[in-house]
């Protein structure tokens, strides 16, 4: 008895021990490394006075190798695509490249996505449900909660990481869309680029979308130019093929033996659709009988390969009930519409195919390169989408997808005005809500409706040669992006850290579906659960059922409470046509709790239903804090529409101080966005010019001086005064152009009330970047025949007169 009392410490005993061990924790981690000590611990040489007496110790200098027969790891991620839409699954888009993959790999039918493409990017990088990594939406629409900041928090260690410290090579081809809005820029913090987040190289777009023509590059940490123009053959697609051979041939030139990873995001199928002529001309007449005749034709050769279950009904395809707050999404009858329409829109969706093809026969030649010098056998290749097909092109379908982003509508004369450019640097265009929802066949809606499979259940291949004895086959098991980050650990044999740089880690919540590898096309599938939240939309999957949460927001408010949840058998309707929330209430009440516990697990609320033109306006903070003056000077990179003076639904200036040498000085002095919408103050023919072009709907809105310019020192101006909103929120004023403060041109203006692009051509001081604002120049539209001492533009209260005389003392003019 005494024994085992004397096995108990005493209270004292142990508050003093928990004391000294709280107390010395800050120590531990505010103390400073000792380097005698630290050189104690981990070299294990020897040292002396002359090196000759002293052993050498390289193993703490040497570079972890990676597990002997580690595969590479190719990952090719296209955008906004259906399950419908492909060859490989029975689509009318011809792909080749994935159709090879797939013949030697397999093909899977049921693996999710977030619907959306800054979430689902961060689950394939991290293996961590979308809010966890901060990204409850794109990062433009990033908001101050924890599951919604838009930046991948420290809690989050990526693939390329993980594998760039277990010694694979890490390269990072294309779009990003995980770097916070604010921190695009030259000048901007870098943490979360992709150099910063584990990939040795970098070459691609940060936002979520650019120009195929006209693209706004990236090369490592810095912004560079295309390395050609439109008319020398340039296509984005073919230029980052390019930098994929390039990067590989490197690494195998120096260390042929150590695995790679190449994460490769083509800017395909995002909008703007952009192609070679040659493929777009491959599906001339190929979708003349409209969307709805499309999910007639793809529903059986889906079922044919295997990838639908027979019997599969179609979802309808309008499902929301209408509602001011998502009538853009509605689908209009394809034999409602007019000669015209059905041209246009048939003509659009021919450009979207060609579009995909034509990336599809880039991605080839590296597939291609890989074969040729006998590292396909061991590399993983994985062929997928990160959210279903897109209906952001609105029911009719637009030339300039950025008018959808302004809530502001299509016009149907305006478009067929450039049908035959459709596709080239002309146009940004985007197919209308109906392809959306046929590419998504047999599902109901689209991108961004996490509700629906339409706008999660993606194409997914797995090929690897020496790992897969299954050739051509389909796995039907339900899977998410969350679980292929735990899928490659798997393979690679290494583990994802419990701490990673001091910093504990949040678990991952994927699973890894290396089974499926020799798993029978329908075994049970080794996932439990998963949730879905997006713009308001909510779901849970779990073990075959799923809740739907049917959510028609009222507009200026959510309406959460008043959501009518719906309940499917998936494992028998994967269409979900046949609600049973009637039939089995417990079901549903118990898979509505789990979806609340999930929420409270993965940091889902608040929930967030506001349209993108709301959300997208909103000032975010960043290193540099709003202000009403700002001053841009030549010879920077273009400042990205992100940390560039927000002009946007407000009075502005614009004052240049500029000293004309030669009477015949032309260029641009400032310009800002692309033919798609933007503004430019320019030098032309002695005349000073101020165009404001609006979305890109002609004619632009251009003010002319009336008085010559002459040599000397000048300060050239314009002010818009903003009088009233327009009927689709832009703003309607006056602008008043200035030569030395005399008004020299005026007259009515309307500007855009949301950005120019979402990652468009950025702000530029004496020329003009990527594709030009205005047609009364070419890029890069170099300002000569003198000097542009700085540009100010003020977004205050500051009289014109007021701040002439601040942009002189500013640029130290006399």
Known sequence: MNAKKNTKPKKSAMLLALCLFFFSVPYRILAQADPQQVTKETFKGKISLDVRDSKEDWAPYTPKVAPKGAPNILFILYDDTGLAAWSPYGGAINMP???????????????????????????????????????AAITETAAGYPGASGRLPKQVTTIGQVLQDNGWSTFWIGKDHNVPEQDVASGGNRSTWPLQM???????????????????????????????????????????????????????????????????????????????????????????????????????????????????KYAPFNPLPKNVANEGDAVLEWNKLSADEKRLFSKLAEVYAGFSEYTDAQVGRVIDYLEKTGQLENTVIIYAADNGASGEGSPSGSVNENKFFNGYPDELKENLKLIDKLGGPDTYEHYPTGWAAAFSTPFKMFKRYSQYAGGTCDPLVISWPKGIKA???????????????????????????????????????????????????DAKTQKHIQYFAMLGSRALWKDGWKAVALHAPLVGKGNFDNDVWELYNTDVDRAESNNLAKKNPEKLKELIADWNTEAAKNLVLPLDDRAAIEILGIERPSSEAPRDQYVYYPGTAPVPEGVAVNVRGRNYKIVADVDVKDANASGVIFAHGSR???????????????????????????????????????????????????????????????????????????????????????????????????SEYKTPGEFKGGEILGVGINVGKIEYTDLNSEAKRAMKRD
């Open 97 to 135: 490249t994935m159709q090879k993959l797939a013949d030697n790999g397999l093909i899977y039918t049921q693996w999710h996505t977030t619907a959306l493409c800054s979430p689902t990017r961060s689950t394939l990088l991290t293996g961590r449900n979308h809010h966890l990594n901060g990204m």
């Open 471 to 521: 050739k051509g086959e389909v796995r039907n098991q339900f899977h998410h992006s969350t679980d292929i980050v735990p899928t490659l650990l798997d393979i690679c044999g290494v583990e994802m850290p419990k701490v990673y740089k001091g910093v504990p880690q949040y678990p991952l919540s994927g699973v890894s579906m290396r089974y499926t590898f020799d798993a029978a096309p």
């Open 676 to 774: 798609f919408g933007g503004h430019s103050l320019f030098l032309k023919n002695k005349k000073l010019y101020y165009v404001y072009n609006f979305l890109g709907i002609p004619p632009e809105q251009k003010f002319v001086s009336n008085v010559d310019i002459t040599p000397g020192k000048h300060v050239f101006g314009m002010e818009f005064t903003r009088e009233k909103a327009g009927p689709n929120g832009e703003s309607l004023g006056t602008m008043k152009l200035y030569i030395d403060g005399k008004e020299v041109a005026s007259g009515p203006m309307r500007t855009q009330s949301g950005k120019f692009t979402l990652s468009g051509d950025g702000l530029c001081v004496g020329f003009d970047s990527g594709d030009a604002v205005s």
């Open 198 to 312: 584990g990939f040795d190289r970098y070459y691609g777009f940060l936002g979520g979308e650019t120009n195929q023509w006209y693209p706004d590059l990236v090369e490592d940490n810095h912004f560079v130019d295309a390395p050609a123009s439109p008319e020398e053959g340039y296509h984005l697609s073919k230029d980052l093929a390019d930098h994929a051979l390039e990067y590989l041939r490197d690494q195998q030139a120096t260390n042929p033996s150590k695995p790679w990873f190449m994460w490769y995001c083509p800017g395909a199928n995002h909008a703007p659709h952009h192609a070679p002529q040659e493929y777009i001309d491959k599906y001339k007449g190929k979708f003349d009988d409209g969307y709805e005749a499309y999910r007639q034709w793809v529903l059986p050769r889906m079922i044919a390969k295997g990838v639908i279950p027979a019997g599969t």
